[in-house]
């Protein structure tokens, strides 16, 4: 399934942070198994492993938002939407993106406030690694400031297209997946990994 692409630079970004949560997840994963075997075999426990689990958890799936929206994974119910003309069909994944960036915003001036709020107490994590909370909760910020960025470009474009009457280009940006899509990117995932697999028999041989 193809990406909604505004400019080049944009997808690299996304794509970017989202590989940058990979390896922070990939480091949880290993943090979480040296403290497993560190309690079986050592005796001791690295504290706050739960802490920084939930820090990277919420930084990750504001990231991941993005990185949804970019590549049009978020889960969207079409009751009949393609019944209708395709100027109608227009118009209400414009309403659709409209009140999706509408949210993100409101999403990130709360985040902002409780960001400026930590900052302003002084806030720390009642756990045994007194975090700051500002620094995680900045981190949290950024993603969904960039969830924020990612839809509200979005707004802008399907605006630019409504107004050109490119009602059919925004559909196929902006609606919901169609039967054809779907199996597009199901034979694209299929072929990826035949030649993956191709390609490993290869090296083996």
């Known amino acids: 399934m193809r990406s909604i692409r505004f400019f080049p630079g944009l997808e690299r970004l996304v794509n970017s942070a989202a590989i940058m949560c990979g390896y922070a997840c990939l480091g949880l994963c290993l943090l979480i198994g040296y403290e497993i075997l560190a309690r ?24 991941g938002f993005s990185a949804a929206l970019m590549h ?3 889960t969207r119910i079409e009751l009949g939407l393609s ?7 227009a118009c209400l994944n414009g309403v659709a993106i409209l009140l999706l960036a509408g ?4 999403m ?8 400026q709020s930590s900052i302003a107490y002084g806030s720390r994590a009642s756990t045994p690694l007194q975090t700051p909370l500002w620094i995680p909760q900045g981190l949290w910020m950024l993603g969904v400031a960039l969830f924020a960025f990612v839809a509200t470009a979005m707004l802008i474009h399907s605006l630019w297209l409504l107004v050109r009457a490119n009602y ?9 997946p169609s039967l054809q899509d779907e199996v597009e990117k199901s034979l694209a995932e299929a072929e990826s ?3 993956s697999q191709s390609d490993g028999k290869g090296d083996r041989l």
Not at 40 to 63: M, P
Not at 108 to 114: A, E, K, R, S
């Open 193 to 195: 990994q035949l030649e």
């Open 108 to 115: 990130l001036l709360q985040v902002w406030g409780t960001w």
């Open 83 to 89: 019944r209708f003309p395709v100027a109608i069909q």
């Open 103 to 106: 949210f993100t915003v409101f």
């Open 40 to 63: 079986r075999l050592l005796g001791h426990s690295v504290q706050g492993v739960d802490e920084l689990g939930g820090y990277i958890l919420a930084i990750t799936s504001a990231v």
């Open 168 to 176: 059919q280009t925004l559909n196929d940006c902006y609606g919901p």
């Open 72 to 74: 049009r994974m978020h």
